[in-house]
């Protein structure tokens, strides 16, 4: 992994691939916005993020959750934390000196998996989907177990975001059957790589009852 820089223009690439640049964040800044918009108490929200990047969705739900709120972040690479913490934080505008931010170096699995209702939200952005993974270790997350994991983490009524470049429809159908009510949203902007070039990007709001 490694970031490359242009003026105020950031990329962060994985091997050859793009991984992220912050010149298109709609997509990260609506699965916090999503999942926000869906919770009934925001003022103590506490939020799991996977997934640091340049900071947008952790931005996003810092914008959205009041004074008592708390904001998690889990990154499994160092360097993102350090990037983040330096020059790059400017593209979200330096998310992690607010206090109501935390982060965890390591996997979100690992939190996912240790918690029981804890959280009021769970947004995952740490694939390009849930068949096209980052790191093999994170495919646990799509699994019935992974699912199950993230609901028992949730409060009744808790939502659990998933960002994809690509509709899956058999994860549709998994988390329905871990008893989560499901809506899959579409999420377009234009010049965004997605596999099928259209720009349109998939976000699962899925609640815990």
Same mark, same amino acid.
């Given at each position: 992994?490694?970031?490359?820089?242009?003026?105020?223009?950031? $990329?962060?690439?994985? +091997?050859? @691939?793009? =991984?992220?640049?912050?010149? /298109?964040? %709609?997509?990260?800044? !609506?699965? &916090?916005?999503?999942?926000?918009?869906?919770? $009934?108490?925001?003022? +103590?929200? @506490?939020? =799991?993020?996977?997934?640091? /990047?340049? %900071?947008?969705?952790? !931005?996003? &739900?810092?914008?959205?959750?009041?004074?008592?709120?708390?904001?998690?972040?889990?990154?499994?690479?160092?360097?993102?934390?350090?990037?983040?913490?330096?020059?790059?934080?400017?593209?979200?505008?330096?998310?992690?000196?607010?206090?109501?931010?935390?982060?965890?170096?390591?996997?979100?699995?690992?939190?996912?998996?240790?918690?029981?209702?804890?959280?009021?939200?769970?947004?995952?952005?740490?694939?390009?989907?849930?068949?096209?993974?980052?790191?093999?270790?994170?495919?646990?997350?799509?699994?019935?177990?992974?699912?199950?994991?993230?609901?028992?983490?949730?409060?009744?009524?808790?939502?659990?975001?998933?960002?994809?470049?690509?509709?899956?429809?058999?994860?549709?159908?998994?988390?329905?059957?871990?008893?989560?009510?499901?809506?899959?949203?579409?999420?377009?902007?234009?010049?965004?790589?997605?596999?099928?070039?259209?720009?349109?990007?998939?976000?699962?709001?899925?609640?815990?009852?």
């Amino acid at each position: 992994m490694y970031l490359l820089s242009r003026g105020s223009e950031y $990329a962060i690439h994985v +091997d050859e @691939r793009r =991984l992220m640049t912050n010149r /298109g964040h %709609g997509s990260e800044d !609506a699965l &916090a916005d999503l999942a926000c918009d869906r919770l $009934a108490r925001l003022n +103590d929200a @506490r939020i =799991l993020v996977g997934g640091l /990047g340049m %900071g947008f969705t952790l !931005a996003a &739900a810092l914008r959205r959750v009041g004074p008592a709120g708390r904001v998690v972040v889990a990154e499994l690479v160092p360097a993102v934390v350090r990037w983040n913490r330096g020059h790059v934080g400017r593209a979200a505008r330096h998310p992690l000196q607010d206090p109501r931010a935390e982060v965890y170096i390591g996997n979100v699995c690992d939190l996912v998996e240790a918690s029981s209702a804890s959280y009021s939200a769970i947004l995952l952005d740490v694939d390009n989907g849930p068949r096209m993974l980052t790191r093999p270790s994170n495919g646990w997350l799509y699994t019935r177990g992974g699912i199950e994991a993230a609901r028992a983490a949730l409060i009744p009524g808790g939502i659990l975001g998933i960002w994809s470049a690509a509709i899956d429809g058999s994860l549709t159908r998994r988390l329905r059957k871990a008893g989560l009510a499901v809506e899959v949203l579409r999420y377009t902007e234009e010049g965004r790589p997605t596999p099928d070039d259209s720009g349109t990007q998939v976000l699962w709001m899925a609640r815990r009852p």
